[in-house]
């Protein structure tokens, strides 16, 4: 029998690179972490805005409070409104007073919106004052 020996070649050489599906891959899943990143960002910046008016707007609420007791005047039944400026920007706030049961004490009802036509207040307050 005769003796065959046959060279073997080498066909394929050790990889030393990523392929193009695995680029592809790794590209698809890190556009998604940063789409997600995005989005992340951008609710914490809408939230923070948010949190930063409904402060304000307590401001003004617990404001109106304030002057009315330390003026020590007993407000009239019914509403009163008006505009202050706080952080920059202003305020639209309106004071509805109510009788309670009791003789001499009144609840105050607080809302503020940033803007006049809002339909809904951005903060609400209820408070009672008592009879200077």
């Known amino acids: 029998m005769a003796n065959c020996h046959y060279k073997q070649l080498k066909t394929k050489q050790a990889q030393t690179g990523f392929t193009l599906l695995e680029v592809m891959v790794a590209v698809a899943i890190l ?8 989005r992340i960002v951008g609710q914490s910046t809408n939230t923070l805005s948010y949190l930063e008016k409904k402060t304000y707007a307590q401001w003004v609420a617990v404001n109106q409070v304030n002057e009315l007791e330390i003026t020590s005047a007993w407000p009239a039944v019914g509403q009163t409104q008006g505009q202050e400026d706080m ?6 706030w309106q ?38």
């Open 95 to 132: 004071v509805t007073a109510s009788d309670t049961g009791s003789t001499g004490l009144r609840r105050l009802d607080v809302s503020v919106k940033q803007h006049l036509q809002d339909e809904n207040a951005l903060y609400k307050l209820t408070a009672f004052i008592h009879k200077p």
């Open 31 to 38: 556009a998604l972490a940063l789409t997600s990143l995005v």
């Open 87 to 92: 952080g920059g920007l202003p305020w639209h």
